[in-house]
């Protein structure tokens, strides 16, 4: 066991390091794109020199990536060229390890930046993943159990028309409604539980996270439906109902056991996935979160931080996939891990 | 040959061979069962009904405005209430006889006409990186499945990877660099350019998921008699490939290919919102529904109208890829 966990993790810094060197090659092939992109639309031939400069997009990729990958492990200095740095001690900013860049366009360490907003991401993705894991499995097998009944199709139904509409959609009629129309919910806000308490905390970024379910749980519906069904016809399940077992135990350990391999590999997947950020929710929201702060650097061509977030986000996914992996020999005993 | 089109009366490929009363039991082809299949199932039929209705005018949309039938570029101003921030005058966003689904807040053009050409685009962009995407998930795919333990495992890991990024922020995050890197590639600028970003995007973070699905196939299918016969045969790696194999994986390329036209037509809508993708004045369904959401409190009937179309577009597109799904495949698990 011991040995598959460090040799999975081995191979997951791998694929890192290389997610990395892809990353910056799409990025930063072309030096005057990344220049122009960190610059923004009108700048000065001088700016873009600087800029060039300041964060060495003078070099090749590789060199840029070789920097990167040595900042993470033990830190660096920028700005990225030593004459630079010599010339003018003032402009000198430290980056410790893990060092995940320095954003020019707010002055900032990319990691600085992206501090403050981990906690709203991981916040609202949380709150959303109990609710869309719970609701989108008890739906499914509610479904499965009356399978062909009018209760069947209103669910499958049901999930399947509100999947259509786009997110965004859904977030605003949500917040039209819910909050301002009928003010069930106070205008939504994160408030960190340090400053609101709990309650307070949950009530504000409810409406984001029911976004968040609304995307998500119709895929569980759909696939805690399909194996319930599924498993439903097995000899085990017959015996299981045969000897007089209550319903509630061959659902619950019988039938529901089948299903839950599949549900962990989604529900790991797309928890390391909503804990990098909406995008989306976020910024129809106004929630500071990872994926706002993503969509801005998008918008404001701010590569650094693209960078560090799409670093961080695929060690999340890498890491999360680790676990399942993991997870797995726990939940199937016919899984053993080497 | 497609999985869809109508037969011929005499079977081809006889499943289980007649016995004695051969007259009353008729052999059918596999095909022939997956359309007799969908025949049965109403709800899918119509959802294909449906989009091919949406097909017929995405296709007959530019011809229309062409005829001066559609407008989707003319500026209706005197129909707007200036002294209101420019919504539509008379009720419902300006709903009448002329323009059935009102007029849009700010330039007065007909709504309808616009998010018909807007289907026009959005199809366009989804069917093409649909394509594109199944193509390469299918070459790829059958690569992995046939090849060796090496390349099978360098391809795998290549779509671990891939599936690791995370696809909506590289989408947003590459926009900047890549559409200016294609234009300087010679792609023309703005809009064309922006689409063709899209396309390419779409694809390169979509064949991952494919690709493993046809590996699986490919699995079983290269340890068949018919193949193995085939390569006793002498047969070439190509025409085991191309001519064995291929045919047996339409079932699944039809099927996937229909469930990610919808998903790509929302992540067209998706990324609008978030600021990539074509530009108005040329309209996609994404653009007009991300215009509309400016006006949720002004023009609610704006602010509906595009969502529920794009919905019906998606809606039909799932219902018709899991028809076929349950008509191609009747175990495939749901």
Redesign the interface.
């Given at each position: 066991m011991f040995a598959y966990v460090v040799r999975r993790l081995l191979i997951g810094i791998a694929?890192l390091i290389?997610?990395t060197l892809?990353?910056f090659v799409?990025?930063?092939n072309?030096k005057e794109?990344?220049v122009?992109?960190s610059c923004g639309k009108n700048c000065t031939p001088a700016q873009k020199v600087e800029i060039a400069k300041t964060f060495g997009y003078d070099q090749p990729v590789v060199v840029q990536w070789g920097k990167f990958l040595k900042g993470v492990v033990v830190g660096r200095e920028f700005p990225d060229d030593p004459a630079l740095r010599k010339s003018s001690p003032q402009l000198v900013t430290q980056c410790p390890p893990p060092c995940l860049g320095y954003s020019y366009k707010s002055a900032a360490l990319v990691r600085d930046v992206m501090k403050d907003t981990i906690p709203v991401s991981v916040s609202v993705a949380s709150v959303a993943f109990v609710i869309w894991l719970v609701l989108g499995v008890l739906l499914g097998i509610i479904a499965a159990l009356n399978r062909g009944t009018w209760v069947d199709k209103i669910i499958v139904g049901s999930t399947?028309?509100i999947f259509?509409?786009?997110?965004?959609?859904i977030g605003?009629l949500l917040y039209?409604f819910i909050a301002l129309k009928f003010g069930w919910v106070p205008i939504p806000a994160y408030i960190s539980i340090a400053d609101g308490g709990i309650f307070n905390w949950f009530m504000g970024l409810l409406l984001p996270a029911i976004t968040l379910v609304v995307f998500y749980m119709a895929g569980y519906v759909?696939?805690t439906?399909?194996?319930v069904l599924?498993t439903s016809t097995e000899d085990y399940i017959r015996t299981a109902k045969a000897k007089g077992l209550p319903a509630r135990t061959v659902i619950g350990k019988h039938t529901f056991r089948a299903a839950l391999t599949p549900i962990v590999t989604m529900a790991g997947m797309d928890l390391a996935?909503v804990l990098?950020?909406a995008?989306?929710t976020e910024?129809v929201f106004n929630f500071n979160g990872l994926?706002k702060l993503?969509?801005e650097?998008?918008?404001q061509?701010d590569?650094p931080i693209?960078i560090g977030?799409?670093v961080l986000?695929?060690a999340f996914?890498?890491l999360a996939?680790i676990v399942v992996d993991i997870a797995y020999a726990f939940i199937d005993p016919r899984v053993s891990v080497k | 040959m497609s999985v869809s089109g109508p037969q011929a009366d005499t079977p081809t490929e006889v499943e289980s061979p007649t016995t004695d009363q051969g007259s009353q039991i008729r052999g059918m082809s596999p095909r022939q069962l997956a359309v007799s299949r969908f025949r049965r199932d109403t709800g899918s039929m119509i959802a294909g009904g449906v989009v091919l209705l949406f097909m017929l005018l995405a296709v007959l949309a530019p011809i229309l405005t062409k005829m001066k039938i559609l407008r989707p570029y003319t500026f209706n101003s005197d129909k707007l209430d200036v002294n209101n921030g420019s919504v539509p005058k008379g009720a419902l966003g300006g709903i009448s006889w002329s323009h059935p689904f009102g007029l849009t807040p700010g330039t007065g053009t007909d709504v309808m006409s616009r998010l018909i050409m807007g289907m026009t685009f959005s199809i366009s962009i989804a069917l093409l990186a649909a394509l594109l995407t199944v193509a390469l998930g299918t070459v790829i795919g059958i690569i992995a499945g046939s090849s060796g333990k090496w390349v099978d495992a360098i391809i795998g890991r290549i779509i671990d990877m891939t599936l690791s990024f995370p696809q909506t922020l590289m989408l947003l995050a590459l926009s900047s660099t890549l559409i200016y890197q294609l234009e300087r590639l010679g792609v023309p600028k703005g809009n064309f350019a922006r689409a063709t970003y899209l396309i390419l995007v779409l694809a390169a973070f979509g064949w991952p998921s494919f690709a493993r699905i046809v590996r699986g196939q490919v699995l079983s299918l290269r340890e068949r008699e018919f193949v193995e016969a085939a390569h006793v045969f002498g047969a070439s790696q190509a025409r085991i490939w191309f001519k064995e194999m291929l045919p047996n994986l339409w079932a699944p390329i039809l099927v996937y290919f229909t469930l990610t036209m919808p998903a790509y037509i929302s992540a067209e809508a998706a990324l609008s919102f978030l600021g990539v993708g074509v530009k108005p004045p040329t309209p996609t369904l994404g653009n007009i529904l991300s215009d509309a959401t400016t006006y949720y409190d002004s023009d609610f009937a704006y602010f509906i109208i595009p969502a529920f179309v794009l919905a019906t577009v998606v809606v039909s597109f799932n219902l018709l890829g899991d028809g076929l799904r349950d008509a191609l495949d009747p175990k495939a698990d749901r």
């Open positions: 694929m290389v997610m892809i990353t799409l990025f930063l072309n794109a990344a122009l992109a399947l028309v259509a509409f786009p997110t965004f959609f605003l039209i759909r696939m439906r399909a194996f599924e996935l990098g950020g995008p989306i910024s994926g993503a969509v650097a998008s918008t061509y590569l693209n977030i799409v986000l695929s996914v890498i996939n | -």
